[in-house]
């Protein structure tokens, strides 16, 4: 039996009430996981940017600019600080009476009036109306109470001592931020962080009743400094006197503890008030806003002769008791190399060839030593390096490569020529000498503090021995015969020890010794007790005869120290023989005619230390001249 078939149908949702509403309710949920997802994205994904995209529309932003941080002296005074003056802006909405707003700006200001209400008058949420307003402007602004007018502050820097340590402090751009010296070098610590005033406005920029929010500015942390205004004050006058007797191309000074590395003053000609940065004048600005003391390498002449000795007594190689021969020259290499005193000094042993400078002597000190051994002293005193000073732009010393070092090259590097450092690298090489033979750090920074606590400070710790104790005991002994008795008499203070060398140096133009240009300088260190402090002092190119470290240099260190012990109330402690010459003067007589021997021999008589220019037999001039007065200090120059 065959039954016919049916056809299949399929079910109609629409007639079919159970999974017509299935179908709406997953509709429904679908839409709403939808929803639920983007309200995810915009509140938590997005949130935080809308959030901040909002309130910048509904709040106005001004800043408060973070006063950076103090320089301060290791006294606690103003080196570097922040100042404040005022910018002030309307608000043309927010200033219904802007034709009095006007005569107001006109009157504190003496602006013309017209064009100031066309400003004030321009559909703009703001309009900058003044900058570098005094507290006293701002204050006659605000006194007439008109609405719509707003300032915020202005912090630039200050310099309360305008070209006081122009190279050692730095200056900082015209938004705020370190661009030499100690403003680049510590700019990470001394900048703060800005602040913020958060005022209600509406969409066009209308102040709303309401409240304001302030975030305030985080200051810069103080930077402490080694460095000592009163010195430094000292140092600054006799650069000054130095400038006006010498008419020189620079004067340099540098003055630092020598058994801390600490700077006390660093002082340098020609400088700028840094008040007045002459930003216009790029060439100039660079040229006198970097350290030379630091950044630039000089031949350093008899002031090197410090290392020499102090290498040649340290290595055995040479002793105290051992007598050289100058004849007025020495040959090396076949090529002859002359002392500075063209007839020679005789038979002299190792202690007044370190008095008188002998260059002979020095040549001698270095090849006995041999390259290896000198260099190897020279490394240890930190000359081939850097002395990591916290100061932008330092440069290392210039030496020879010690495996191209001819025996010629090492006799010349013996008394300071063939090589250069840097004042800064030379003045701590020397400490170690004078300190007991410790290897010192040179620095500035000795604290960096907030208001109420200390962030950082430079510690101390036992330095790299460099020479014994014993080569540090007899090179002060024979450096204090050059003051009392030899070329560094100028630097002489009856009543204070005094150690020092001093240096003549030729300059170099193209390769070639420049005829008339010279580097003189001085190299001293008090041995008084309180006063641990090594001075050097260059003058670069000083005018005329006076051209000699004995006649420039050696005066202005004594003049220092002397002023140094006064200011730091030391009081002198006299020998017999320095009582009896206390504030003695006499009129210098004339030399004119005379044999040098005649006059040297006089001279000697009076005291004094005596220069010879020329190699002649009979005095044709002197400086200073017959006549002046003079005392134990001076020295004088024979010309022949």
Not at 601 to 613: A, M, P, R, V, W
């Amino acid at each position: 039996m065959k039954f016919a078939s049916k056809k299949q149908t399929k079910p109609n949702l629409l007639y079919n009430p159970t999974k017509r509403l299935s179908a709406i309710l997953l509709l429904i949920v679908f839409l709403f996981s939808a929803i639920f997802a983007k309200m995810f994205a915009v509140i938590i994904v997005e949130g935080e940017a809308l959030q901040v995209k909002a309130i910048d529309q509904w709040l106005r932003d001004v800043p408060t600019d973070a006063p950076r941080g103090n320089i301060l002296d290791k006294n606690g005074k103003i080196l570097a600080s922040t100042a404040t003056r005022y910018n002030l802006y309307v608000r043309p909405s927010d200033a219904p009476e802007k034709d009095k707003v006007a005569k107001l700006l006109c009157d504190v200001f003496g602006y013309e009036y017209e064009s100031t209400l066309e400003k004030i008058s321009k559909r703009t949420s703001e309009v900058t109306v003044a900058t570098k307003v005094t507290k006293e402007q701002l204050n006659a602004i605000y006194a007439s109470n008109l609405k719509g007018i707003y300032y915020a502050e202005d912090n630039f820097r200050y310099y309360p001592y305008g070209d006081f340590m122009t190279q050692v402090l730095g200056f900082c751009s015209s938004d705020g931020f370190g661009q030499t010296g100690l403003e680049s070098y510590y700019d990470k610590y001394l900048t703060g962080v800005n602040g913020k005033i958060l005022a209600q406005t509406d969409l066009v920029g209308r102040s709303l009743d309401g409240e304001s929010y302030y975030l305030p500015p985080v200051d810069g942390l103080d930077v402490k400094t080694t460095l000592d205004a009163g010195i430094q004050s000292i140092v600054e006058g006799v650069v000054r006197n130095a400038v006006a007797k010498f008419d020189p191309k620079g004067v340099a000074c540098i003055v630092m503890d020598y058994s801390t590395g600490g700077i006390a003053a660093l002082c340098e000609y020609p400088s700028f008030d840094l008040n007045d940065v002459p930003r216009d004048d790029l060439a100039t600005l660079f040229e006198r806003s970097k350290s030379k003391i630091i950044s630039t390498v000089y031949e350093p002449g008899s002031t090197f002769k410090i290392l020499t000795s102090a290498a040649a007594l340290d290595s055995g190689k040479v002793r105290t008791s051992d007598r050289f021969y100058c004849a007025g020259s020495k040959v090396v290499d076949g090529k002859k190399i002359r002392c500075w005193k063209s007839k020679g000094h005789g038979s002299i042993d190792f202690g007044q060839g370190v008095e008188s400078s002998c260059n002979c002597v020095f040549m001698e000190c270095a090849l006995r030593m041999g390259t290896n051994s000198f260099y190897d002293y020279l490394s240890k005193f930190g000359l081939s390096a850097k002395t990591g000073v916290d100061m932008t732009g330092e440069t290392s010393g210039i030496f020879i490569d010690r495996n191209l070092v001819k025996n010629v090259d090492l006799a010349r590097i013996g008394f300071g020529q063939a090589v250069a450092v840097t004042p800064i690298g030379l003045l701590a090489a020397t400490s170690s000498v004078i300190n007991g033979g410790i290897k010192v750090a040179p620095h500035v920074m000795s604290e960096i503090k907030s208001s109420n606590r200390v962030v950082a400070s430079y510690g101390i710790s036992g330095g790299e021995r460099v020479i014994s104790s014993q080569t540090s005991d007899t090179m002060r002994e024979l450096l204090q015969r050059v003051v009392t008795t030899g070329s560094g008499k100028g630097a002489y203070v009856p009543g204070y020890k005094i150690l020092g060398k001093t240096g003549t140096a030729q300059k170099y133009e193209n390769g070639q010794i420049a005829r008339g240009k010279y580097i003189s300088s001085f190299l001293g260190f008090s041995a008084s007790e309180g006063a641990n402090y090594g001075v050097l002092f260059i003058v670069d190119e000083p005018k005329g005869y006076m051209y000699y470290g004995s006649l420039v240099a050696a005066p202005m260190v004594g003049d220092i120290f002397e002023s140094i012990f006064a200011y730091l109330a030391i009081a002198p402690e006299y020998t017999g023989e320095e009582k009896s010459i206390i504030g003695e003067e006499f009129i210098l007589p004339s030399f004119e005619g005379m044999s040098v021997l005649g006059a040297k021999n006089q001279l000697s008589k009076l005291g004094l230390y005596c220069e010879i220019d020329g190699e002649g037999d009979t005095v044709k001039g002197q400086y200073p001249l017959a006549g002046v007065k003079v005392d134990k200090r001076n020295a004088v120059l024979l010309l022949t």
